[in-house]
């Protein structure tokens, strides 16, 4: 759109300027000028200035490139002036004002040329003007386009009140009778204010600034002697034309002077600026490239190297601070053996040195220095040596050094970029710790993971579809592993085993017992029909191959379906219950927990307790997760309450009474951290299942 | 909540140790150096008194099993005295009282020893 409006304006523009010139060349009266040609000139004017403004917005040159357009500009610019002069000379030769003779159409086309190429130098100029601007800027600059325009306007004026054409010459410019002489001294009061708006040269390079400030004065010269001393040449074609053509010539030459004086004075500065630049780019780069470092020795052996690299250094070194002491943590340029055999002393007083000097310490002759002379005269063969902390919010970690063969090997300039560099190091430092410590975490976690998902895969992932029953449990682990454990075995169709357990202690080993006890029980379940056989011989195992002060808490349970008997036993586990019609029943056969008697005495107290089933039976085997369950005024969740629960929960299916028990439980221990296990295990014979009324 | 505390009193070669608070993983080592500390000072007629003991978990019931055959061995003891209800009620289920001598009164635990 913004294209599109500026080619519109700008080609109306020029027709206007070509259709105002070509009347202008048709009155080869001199003395009486067109007003309606001249009005038509003015607006020409704007309208390319305005047009090309518009263009301008979608130009995307570099600062170099605008610069050197400029440049062109002036000189062809220059150039066109110089021959509309010597052929205004000739007129004036040949016959002057009174033969009525005007110059050709030919150079009427120049004269449009030359207006032509000095908008494109205000704009080009603007473009210069506005980088980097300040916030009077651009308000400076459209002020020093407006006073133009109100000069332009003034002219015309002048020429249709009749009154005498405006000259050639400054002294008429500077008539205060009238407005011109204040419209001047405004024009001149911009055109220096804008001057001073070349905040581009500081990005030129040294080598950039030397180039420019060479072109532009032969530029200048040119442009200057070809354009220079116009006199009234100018107006001869157009008069408002004319003054406009002439305002932007002498904005130029302001513009430019002040510019190369600009580049002139920066000139003996530029080289320590561009050194400057680039270190700030160095640095930058290099805390880039640490940033990405995540391990301490490869960070610690690229800022050695990358120190060394930066202030020319022979030997670098960094000293890392380890709990009371200091430790050599890497060296470039020379084995590490050397530096570890300096003397602690002298270590110790260069340490301090550094600690107090700012921004870093530099020796520059060590051979004549009280504390470091040893680092001359060994196989350091130090001449100077410079050094840093390095820090990370205040924290001290450890100390760069860098070592040079010669004497006076580091300028002052080196002591800050080496400052800034230690400083760097020490926020890679931090960032390698963290980075660390959270792969660390990351891994810990992921095995605890692994582990929790190895220990839930342990137990049934489904619970077998057994003809006649309902089965339901849930495990809730409080750590990420524990050792709970339960299992369902269908040993034969009239039979099915039901396995409720417990590992003393919590964590990883009683994960792993509670993995050896599943084959266990699979394995013993097909050899004997007695629970007391079966949980005597897990007695035998676990007291020969657990730990001492581990144990296992058990029950161990069959279900005979076409006798609708249960038959269990219960090692020193929290009993089951069986609800039926709103009476609870604890089944609590006497038991020793496994692993802490003899199989003999194991065998002499096990007790175990059959009980027929009738349909709508449940039977709830649980864990000491659930009674032991605290809320946060400190009390169990209990025996007594679940029993309420139990009674309030007669005839629902197995899954509805696990469900209601878990959130129950839930409910009561809030938002305190559950700190056991807690399993549950229904068992239930439906009071209306088909497959059960055939079974009788 | 893992508020524990042991203590010891010497009655001539008996030791007795009281409990108090919550005996569970993470204070369970703390009675652990106790009883460890009897053994290495070779007293091993010991009386433990529960009287102050809230509760008591599985790892809890591990060190006393981790002791006692090593104790036993030594020709002495640990007899449990004056549990709470609630801390029987778990030594029970687990069969603990099949094992161990636990006796109402601490008074009644050091008769037993002295009667030998």
Same mark, same amino acid.
């Given at each position: 759109?913004?294209?599109?409006?500026?080619?519109i304006? =700008?080609?109306?523009?020029?027709?206007?300027?070509?259709?105002a010139?070509?009347?202008?060349s048709?009155?080869?009266?001199?003395?009486?000028?067109?007003?309606a040609? %001249?009005?038509?000139a003015?607006a020409?004017?704007?309208?390319?200035?305005?047009?090309?403004a518009?263009?301008?917005?979608?130009?995307?040159?570099?600062?170099?490139q605008?610069i050197?357009?400029?440049?062109?500009?002036?000189?062809?610019l220059?150039?066109?002036?110089f021959?509309?002069?010597?052929?205004?000379?000739?007129?004036?030769?040949?016959g002057?004002?009174?033969?009525?003779?005007g110059?050709?159409?030919?150079?009427?086309?120049?004269?449009a040329?030359?207006?032509y190429?000095?908008?494109?130098?205000l704009?080009?100029?603007?473009?210069l003007?506005f980088?980097?601007q300040?916030r009077?800027?651009?308000?400076?600059?459209?002020?020093?386009?407006?006073?133009?325009?109100?000069?332009?306007?003034?002219?015309?004026?002048?020429?249709?009140?009749?009154?005498?054409?405006?000259?050639?010459? =400054?002294?008429?410019e500077?008539?205060?009778?009238n407005?011109t002489?204040?419209?001047?001294?405004?024009?001149?009061?911009?055109?220096v204010?804008?001057?001073?708006r070349?905040?581009?040269?500081?990005?030129?390079?040294?080598?950039q600034?030397?180039?420019?400030?060479?072109?532009?004065i032969?530029?200048n010269?040119?442009?200057?002697?070809?354009?220079g001393?116009l006199?009234?040449?100018?107006?001869?074609?157009s008069i408002?034309?004319?003054?406009?053509v002439?305002d932007?010539?002498?904005?130029?030459?302001?513009?430019?002077g002040m510019?190369l004086?600009?580049v002139?004075?920066?000139?003996?500065?530029?080289?320590?600026?561009?050194?400057?630049?680039?270190?700030?780019?160095?640095?930058?780069?290099?805390?880039?490239?640490?940033?990405?470092?995540?391990?301490?020795?490869?960070?610690l052996?690229?800022?050695?190297?990358l120190?060394?690299?930066?202030?020319? @250094?022979?030997?670098? =070194?960094?000293?890392?601070?380890?709990?009371?002491?200091?430790?050599?943590?890497?060296?470039?340029g020379?084995?590490?053996?050397?530096?570890?055999?300096l003397?602690?002393?002298?270590?110790?007083?260069l340490?301090?040195?550094i600690?107090?000097a700012?921004?870093?310490?530099?020796?520059?002759?060590v051979?004549?220095?009280?504390v470091?002379?040893?680092?001359?005269?060994?196989?350091?063969?130090?001449?100077s040596?410079?050094?840093?902390p390095?820090m990370?919010?205040?924290?001290?970690?450890?100390?760069?050094?860098a070592v040079?063969?010669?004497?006076?090997?580091?300028?002052?300039?080196?002591?800050?970029?080496?400052?800034?560099f230690?400083?760097?190091?020490?926020?890679?430092l931090?960032?390698?710790?963290?980075?660390?410590?959270?792969i660390e975490?990351e891994?810990?976690?992921?095995?605890l993971?692994l @582990?929790?998902?190895?220990?839930?895969?342990?137990?049934?992932?489904?619970m077998?579809?057994?003809?006649?029953?309902?089965l339901?449990?849930?495990?809730?682990?409080?750590?990420e592993?524990?050792?709970?454990?339960?299992?369902?075995?269908?040993v034969?169709p009239?039979r099915?085993?039901?396995?409720?357990?417990?590992?003393?202690?919590?964590?990883a080993?009683?994960?792993?017992?509670?993995a050896?006890?599943?084959g266990?029980?699979?394995?013993?379940?097909?050899?004997?029909?007695?629970?007391v056989?079966?949980?005597?011989?897990?007695n035998?195992?676990?007291?020969?191959?657990?730990?001492?002060?581990?144990f296992?808490?058990?029950?161990y349970?069959?279900?005979?379906?076409?006798?609708?008997?249960?038959?269990?036993?219960r090692?020193?586990h929290?009993?089951?219950?069986?609800?039926?019609r709103?009476?609870?029943l604890?089944?609590e056969?006497?038991?020793?927990?496994l692993?802490?008697?003899?199989?003999?005495?194991?065998?002499?107290?096990?007790?175990k307790q059959?009980?027929?089933?009738?349909?709508g039976?449940t039977?709830?085997?649980?864990t000491?997760?659930?009674?032991?369950a605290?809320?946060?005024?400190?009390?169990?969740y209990?025996?007594?309450r679940?029993?309420?629960?139990?009674?309030?929960?007669?005839?629902?299916p197995?899954?509805?009474?696990?469900?209601?028990?878990?959130?129950h439980m839930?409910e009561?221990?809030?938002?305190?951290?559950?700190?056991?296990?807690?399993?549950?295990f229904?068992?239930?014979?439906? %009071?209306?299942?088909?497959?059960n009324?055939e079974?009788? | 909540?893992?508020?524990?505390?042991?203590?010891r009193?010497?009655v001539?070669?008996?030791?007795?140790?009281y409990? #108090?608070?919550?005996?569970?993983?993470?204070t369970?080592?703390?009675?652990?150096?106790?009883l460890?500390?009897?053994?290495d000072? &070779?007293?091993?007629k010991i009386?433990?008194?529960l009287? &102050?003991?809230?509760?008591?978990?599985?790892?809890?019931l591990?060190?006393?099993?981790?002791?006692?055959e090593?104790i036993r061995? #030594?020709?002495?003891?640990?007899k449990?005295?004056?549990?709470?209800? #609630?801390?029987?009620?778990v030594?029970?289920?687990?069969?603990?009282?099949?094992?161990?001598?636990i006796?109402? #009164?601490?008074? &009644?635990?050091v008769?037993?020893?002295?009667?030998?």
């Amino acid at each position: 759109m913004h294209m599109k409006r500026g080619l519109i304006i =700008w080609s109306t523009g020029t027709l206007l300027l070509l259709a105002a010139l070509a009347t202008l060349s048709g009155n080869r009266v001199f003395t009486a000028p067109s007003v309606a040609a %001249e009005g038509l000139a003015g607006a020409a004017i704007l309208l390319l200035c305005w047009g090309f403004a518009h263009l301008e917005k979608r130009a995307d040159r570099t600062l170099l490139q605008t610069i050197g357009q400029l440049g062109l500009h002036a000189i062809i610019l220059g150039i066109a002036v110089f021959l509309l002069k010597r052929q205004y000379a000739e007129m004036h030769t040949w016959g002057g004002a009174d033969t009525g003779g005007g110059p050709g159409i030919g150079w009427y086309v120049i004269f449009a040329a030359v207006v032509y190429l000095a908008v494109r130098v205000l704009i080009l100029i603007q473009g210069l003007i506005f980088v980097d601007q300040g916030r009077r800027t651009s308000g400076l600059f459209y002020l020093l386009t407006a006073v133009i325009v109100l000069r332009i306007i003034q002219t015309f004026l002048t020429l249709g009140s009749g009154a005498e054409a405006p000259g050639a010459g =400054w002294e008429e410019e500077f008539d205060f009778s009238n407005a011109t002489g204040v419209l001047t001294v405004l024009f001149l009061i911009m055109v220096v204010l804008n001057g001073f708006r070349c905040k581009w040269i500081h990005y030129l390079n040294r080598q950039q600034k030397i180039a420019i400030l060479f072109a532009g004065i032969a530029v200048n010269i040119i442009a200057g002697t070809a354009g220079g001393s116009l006199g009234g040449t100018l107006s001869r074609f157009s008069i408002t034309a004319g003054i406009f053509v002439r305002d932007i010539i002498t904005f130029y030459l302001v513009y430019s002077g002040m510019a190369l004086a600009g580049v002139l004075l920066q000139l003996p500065s530029a080289g320590i600026m561009d050194r400057r630049m680039r270190q700030i780019r160095y640095l930058q780069n290099l805390g880039a490239e640490l940033g990405s470092i995540i391990e301490k020795s490869e960070l610690l052996s690229t800022s050695c190297v990358l120190a060394a690299k930066m202030v020319k @250094a022979d030997v670098t =070194w960094i000293e890392m601070k380890t709990g009371d002491g200091y430790r050599l943590a890497w060296s470039s340029g020379l084995s590490s053996q050397y530096m570890e055999e300096l003397p602690a002393d002298m270590k110790k007083e260069l340490r301090t040195l550094i600690d107090t000097a700012k921004p870093s310490l530099l020796i520059n002759n060590v051979p004549r220095n009280d504390v470091c002379r040893q680092m001359a005269s060994d196989m350091v063969r130090a001449g100077s040596v410079l050094a840093a902390p390095l820090m990370f919010k205040d924290v001290l970690r450890g100390y760069i050094y860098a070592v040079s063969h010669s004497r006076f090997g580091f300028s002052e300039e080196n002591r800050g970029l080496f400052r800034a560099f230690a400083d760097q190091i020490g926020v890679a430092l931090e960032n390698v710790q963290l980075a660390q410590v959270s792969i660390e975490q990351e891994v810990y976690r992921e095995e605890l993971k692994l @582990a929790h998902d190895a220990q839930m895969r342990l137990l049934p992932q489904t619970m077998p579809a057994v003809t006649g029953i309902e089965l339901d449990a849930f495990c809730v682990t409080a750590n990420e592993i524990g050792g709970d454990f339960y299992d369902i075995i269908q040993v034969n169709p009239e039979r099915t085993d039901i396995v409720i357990g417990d590992v003393s202690g919590k964590g990883a080993s009683a994960a792993f017992y509670m993995a050896e006890l599943k084959g266990l029980v699979q394995a013993l379940a097909h050899h004997h029909a007695c629970p007391v056989e079966i949980l005597t011989e897990i007695n035998g195992f676990v007291k020969t191959h657990f730990e001492k002060d581990t144990f296992v808490t058990m029950i161990y349970s069959m279900l005979f379906h076409k006798e609708r008997r249960l038959v269990l036993a219960r090692a020193g586990h929290p009993p089951a219950v069986r609800v039926r019609r709103n009476k609870t029943l604890w089944l609590e056969p006497a038991g020793l927990g496994l692993g802490l008697a003899t199989n003999d005495i194991m065998r002499r107290i096990l007790k175990k307790q059959e009980l027929s089933l009738v349909e709508g039976d449940t039977i709830v085997y649980l864990t000491d997760g659930l009674i032991e369950a605290r809320n946060r005024a400190g009390e169990e969740y209990g025996e007594e309450r679940l029993r309420q629960i139990l009674l309030d929960m007669d005839n629902l299916p197995a899954a509805e009474v696990s469900e209601r028990i878990r959130n129950h439980m839930q409910e009561f221990i809030g938002d305190m951290p559950q700190h056991d296990d807690v399993t549950l295990f229904i068992l239930r014979l439906p %009071e209306d299942a088909p497959n059960n009324k055939e079974r009788d | 909540m893992s508020e524990f505390e042991v203590t010891r009193k010497d009655v001539q070669d008996i030791s007795i140790v009281y409990l #108090k608070g919550y005996l569970d993983a993470h204070t369970a080592p703390e009675f652990e150096t106790a009883l460890q500390q009897l053994v290495d000072e &070779e007293k091993v007629k010991i009386v433990v008194n529960l009287a &102050e003991l809230a509760y008591i978990s599985s790892a809890g019931l591990g060190v006393f099993m981790g002791f006692i055959e090593d104790i036993r061995q #030594k020709g002495g003891d640990i007899k449990l005295a004056e549990p709470t209800e #609630k801390v029987f009620r778990v030594f029970d289920l687990l069969g603990f009282p099949v094992l161990y001598e636990i006796v109402s #009164k601490e008074s &009644e635990a050091v008769e037993k020893y002295k009667k030998g």
